[in-house]
């Protein structure tokens, strides 16, 4: 059974920082493109950021770039997200899941969801 748990979530001041952990059992993650997702209450699920598993190319969404890294340690089987300049309209609850083939497949197409982990921004 494929299965992603996230990990590192939790409660931090603006300007803080967090790294988020996303560890997959049952396959290797190498073989699929990760995403990182969040939600907000009220409002959709969107994608965040995302490496690809061909060329380990990434993708932020205009929000995240500059402030979060997606990084992926394949001895650990697990991917990163290190949050760092975080604000409080980052505050959510924060998901990886996987595609077969690529990161530019829609948020629904992503499977494999984990549990999800809160991120709290507030001072």
């Known amino acids: 059974q494929l299965q992603l748990v996230e990990s590192g979530g939790g409660l931090v001041q603006p300007g803080g920082s967090l790294r988020l952990s996303c560890a997959a059992s049952?396959?290797?993650?190498?073989?699929?493109?990760i995403g990182w997702f969040r939600q907000a209450p009220g409002k959709e699920r969107e994608k965040i950021s995302c490496?690809?598993?061909?060329?380990?190319?990434?993708y932020y969404t205009d929000s995240v770039k500059g402030r979060f890294t997606i990084s992926r340690d394949a001895a650990k089987n697990t991917v990163y997200l290190q949050m760092n300049s975080l604000k409080p309209e980052d505050t959510a609850v924060y998901y990886c899941?996987?595609?077969?083939?690529?990161?530019?497949?829609?948020?629904?197409?992503?499977?494999?969801w984990g549990q999800g982990t809160q991120v709290t921004v507030s001072s």
């Open positions: 490496m690809n598993n061909n060329d380990g190319s990434t």
């Open positions: 049952g396959f290797t993650l190498d073989y699929y493109a």
């Open positions: 899941a996987a595609h077969a083939s690529s990161c530019t497949r829609p948020v629904g197409k992503f499977a494999s």
